[in-house]
């Protein structure tokens, strides 16, 4: 079992940056990893993801956000430029991510995220 810790979040001004990281423990770290978002009163939706070292991205977030993957360290890193106050949410990473360009995954746990605000 895989235990997620996502920290990294905090307070910005738009136009801003932050580098939000999920470090992994455990076994079966999968090769298919994402970020997830959820603002506040709305649901939470796929940000980024990467499988097979193919990216996805939602269209909201395309060319200011990146992920990367650091497999030896068991790591997976949300960089995320030029921050709109529509970004503001709590990230969320996952690991067992079953299509990456739909952002669907096999189960629906979750850790407790790293809280992103973005002021105008």
């Known amino acids: 079992q895989v235990r997620l810790v996502e920290s990294g979040g905090g307070s910005v001004q738009a136009g801003g940056s932050l580098r939000l990281s999920c470090d992994a423990s455990g076994d079966n770290f999968s090769d298919n990893v994402g970020w997830f978002r959820q603002a506040p009163g709305k649901e939470r939706e796929g940000v980024a993801s990467i499988c097979s070292r193919w990216a996805y991205y939602a269209d909201s977030v395309k060319g200011r956000f990146r992920i990367l993957q650091y497999k030896s360290v068991k790591m997976v890193v949300l960089q995320m430029d030029a921050l709109k106050p529509e970004d503001t949410g709590i990230y969320y990473c996952?690991?067992?991510?079953?299509?990456?360009?739909?952002?669907?995954?096999?189960?629906?746990?979750w850790g407790q995220g790293t809280q992103v605000t973005v002021s105008a």
């Open positions: 996952a690991t067992d991510l079953k299509q990456c360009s739909t952002f669907d995954r096999w189960s629906d746990s």
